[in-house]
């Protein structure tokens, strides 16, 4: 299991592909990247920032979850911080299962849960100016299928 918070760049496939050479008895990987995407506004930049050592553990806690719920060869967590620009791989999941169920379903949770649970902030700098992400109604929605 892996879970890394870094403010530089990766390289989504490359990652992809070294988690998938370390699993070679799992059925299925299931991978998802999400990208920083434009507003109407203009996006300039995301401003992303966290509490070093509280949101690892954060996200460790909810990736031990998923490892708990779910038959899974492995997992790995990746989550930028800093400033990046629209285009840019904020963060990716990738799990590991002997079948496609569980590596999808724990990817999904994942996915959730860092949406509205992982303790970062999100700002966004626009042509017009700057201001938080506030959460969205339709993400803490989706937490209750879990």
Do not use: C
């Not at 620009?85 to 860092?114: C, K, Q």
């Amino acid at each position: 299991m892996a879970v890394r918070l870094e403010a530089a760049a990766f390289d989504p496939g490359a990652e992809l592909n070294a988690f998938a050479a370390g699993v070679p008895g799992a059925g299925a990987v299931v991978s998802f990247t999400g990208i920083v995407r434009d507003v109407a506004a203009g996006l300039i930049a995301m401003e992303i920032e966290h509490y070093p050592g509280m949101t690892e553990r954060a996200i460790a806690a909810i990736a031990e979850e998923a490892r708990g719920r779910w038959s899974l060869s492995d997992l790995m967590v990746i989550h930028r911080f800093g400033q990046l620009g629209p285009g840019e791989a904020i963060m990716m999941v990738a799990t590991a299962a002997p079948h496609r169920a569980d590596a999808f379903a724990a990817s999904e949770f994942l996915m959730d849960y860092l949406k509205s649970r992982a303790p970062f902030w999100k700002k966004e700098v626009t042509r017009g100016g700057a201001g938080w992400v506030a959460a969205r109604d339709e993400d803490e929605a989706a937490l209750t299928r879990w």
